[in-house]
């Protein structure tokens, strides 16, 4: 009995031997002929719905770089961009990582050379389903999967369960990649147009998310700018193959959404509550959120920056039990002391402290809330 035959009866006669025949050879020949009959034979199994019956597809977790070639299927969670790198013989090659994931386990995918350029095209996202022959090697990080030139990446309709790793917003370090965040939608900044460097425009946002155990900012870039079209304030959204930077103006770790991050509203619950600093407890340097009252009205002052634009700025103190502090309100803040009173309950979110003229103060901007209660 051959290898095909084999296969067939796996199938418990759902087609005739013949039709299943045809579809192979129609397979081979979809894919230009990187693939041999037996691979195909298991992809027209897998197209037919019983894919348990053919066990030559195997699950992630008994995956090792004895077995050499494998196929399996899995979901995309996260995608590297390509790198070009120079070979001994002086030619440029193509680099790419895509990490998959099943119900058992997740493992990562090199691509090499023509391979790659599934990334650069856009033709894998993070989230869709593959049938994928390779071979599994030892890597840095354990076992991994070569595609070259005889591996296959497929997209299938097959729904597949993936337990994917997440991470808590107090856990995002700097150089992070790979994150995967879940969090209340706090903030949506206005979208801002800038020119590249190589001419080309862009766009930049920034959303500011929390969960129990803190709160970060992240930034979408052009296209990901659009995923907010559809979001509210207090959604729960999820955050997807994210990377985390430092920001260099406010020294604070951001996540970043690049091309091949995803940000979407999610039904998961989630849990989050301001934490608010006593005003004696604030030193200069770092970021607060305060609560408490008006205690005192400056004037409304408007003024040009050395870049020649317009900005505005006022002052006010708040106090609360434990102290009182002088709040510079800046750019459409300013505006807000037209509208309070001696005793008005208030409250500033993330306020930068600095040391003032006479003590330390925090400045509102651009990244600061305001609320006035």
């Known amino acids: 009995m051959d290898e095909i035959t084999e296969i067939y009866n796996k199938l418990g ?4 031997e013949d039709d299943f025949r045809k579809r192979v050879d129609e397979k081979v020949d979809q894919m230009s002929g990187l693939c041999d009959m ?9 197209d037919l719905g019983v894919t348990d019956t053919v066990k030559d597809i195997i699950k992630i977790k008994d995956i090792t770089a004895e077995i050499g070639n494998v196929s399996f299927v899995a979901k995309v969670t996260s995608i590297l961009d390509v790198r070009e790198f120079n070979r001994n013989d002086g030619t440029i090659g193509r680099v790419g990582t895509v990490k998959v994931a099943d119900e058992t386990g ?36 354990g076992t991994e999967i070569n595609i070259g030139k005889y591996g296959l990446m497929r997209q299938t309709d097959q729904k597949i369960e993936v337990n994917m790793q997440s991470q808590k917003i107090a856990d995002i370090k700097d150089g992070m990649s790979d ?13 801002r147009n800038f020119q590249k460097k190589d001419g080309n425009p862009g766009r930049v946002m920034n959303i ?3 969960d129990e155990t803190g709160k970060i900012r992240v930034t979408l870039w052009d296209e ?23 920001n260099n103006f406010s020294q604070q770790v951001e996540v970043q959404i690049g ?65 009182r502090i002088r709040v510079a309100l800046w750019g459409d803040h300013a505006l807000l002391v037209d509208e309070l009173d001696i005793e008005t309950p ?10 003032g003229y006479e003590d330390i103060e925090l400045s509102a901007g651009n990244r600061t809330r305001v609320t006035i209660k």
């Open 13 to 16: 006669g759902i087609i005739s």
């Open 38 to 46: 037996k691979t195909a034979a298991m992809l027209v199994a897998h």
């Open 106 to 141: 997740s493992i990562k995918l090199t691509l090499w050379d023509d391979r790659a350029d599934i990334i650069k095209d856009g033709s894998v996202e993070v989230g869709d389903s593959l049938e994928i022959t390779g071979y599994a090697k030892d890597g840095y990080s």
């Open 179 to 191: 994150i995967n965040i879940s969090g209340k939608l706090l903030d949506i900044s206005d979208v």
């Open 208 to 210: 500011l998310i929390g």
């Open 224 to 246: 990901k700018v659009d995923s907010t079209t559809s979001l509210n304030l207090d959604d729960a959204v999820e955050i997807i193959n994210g990377y985390a930077r430092t």
């Open 259 to 323: 091309n091949h991050g995803v940000l979407r509203k999610t039904e998961a619950n989630v849990e989050y509550k301001e934490s608010f600093t006593p005003i004696a407890d604030i030193i200069p340097g770092e970021s607060y959120s305060i609560k408490g009252f008006v205690s005192g009205l400056g004037e409304l002052r408007e003024f040009e920056k050395d870049d020649g634009t317009s900005n505005m700025v006022s002052n006010i103190y708040v106090s609360d039990d434990t102290g």
């Open 346 to 355: 208030i409250e500033i979110i993330d306020a930068y402290s600095k040391s």
